[in-house]
């Protein structure tokens, strides 16, 4: 976003904010990142603040500076992956038509190879950066292999990466590259 000078380092997806820090507190931290953002012209930045109080007194200085949501301490990871996957943007294109008949619901969906492929190349540098874009490329994927074999193979996915586990979440989405390439 910007270093100690304003000038620009690079862009980033979202902010986690904690409220009380040195020298600079999160809500003046926040409202600096937000005239920066403004006199630049450009889109705000999500941001969630992280803090142990609850009162409704420092919620309301969060949303008058401009933080989008608001997380208290300890943080449990199912809040955590949830305030992300609502803040963080993933492509929400349908991937298949509706069944035509009630009993094509049930049976085996066929896979798009192609799109899969293409999802597996755009997940893995996600997991390997340890990117919290993946949750989104995850939901993308869950439904590209849904009524599927594969399903199982991208729960799987889904499991270590709400554990956090990005390692894993690699290891097994490159055990489902090679499931497709056979």
């Known amino acids: 976003m910007f270093d100690r000078r304003g000038i620009s380092a690079r862009a980033v997806a979202l902010v986690l904010m904690d409220i009380a820090m040195p020298r600079l507190d999160g809500i003046d931290a926040a409202g600096k990142i937000r005239d920066w953002q403004n006199r630049q012209g450009q ?9 142990a109080s609850a ?17 208290t301490k300890p943080i449990e990871q199912a809040v955590l ?7 963080l943007p993933f492509e929400r294109t349908p991937l298949r038509a509706a069944p035509e008949k009630a ?3 049930i049976a085996e969906t066929p896979l798009d ?18 990117k919290f874009d993946a949750f989104g490329r995850l939901k993308v994927l869950k439904s590209a292999v849904a009524r599927t074999s594969l399903e199982a193979n991208v ?4 499991k ?13 989405l490159n055990a489902l ?4 390439s056979r």
């Open 81 to 87: 992956i949830k305030h992300l996957e609502k803040h």
């Open 113 to 130: 190879t192609a799109m899969l492929e293409r999802l597996i190349a755009e997940m893995a540098p996600l997991l390997r950066d340890r």
């Open 103 to 105: 009993t094509d619901a």
């Open 55 to 71: 009162y409704a007194e420092d919620r309301q200085k969060c949303e008058l500076i401009g933080i989008n949501d608001f997380i």
């Open 155 to 158: 729960e799987s996915i889904a």
């Open 177 to 180: 590259a090679s499931t497709l």
């Open 160 to 172: 270590a990466l709400k554990a956090m586990n990005f390692d894993q979440a690699l290891s097994d």
């Open 43 to 51: 889109k705000p930045t999500p941001m969630i603040a992280i803090t």
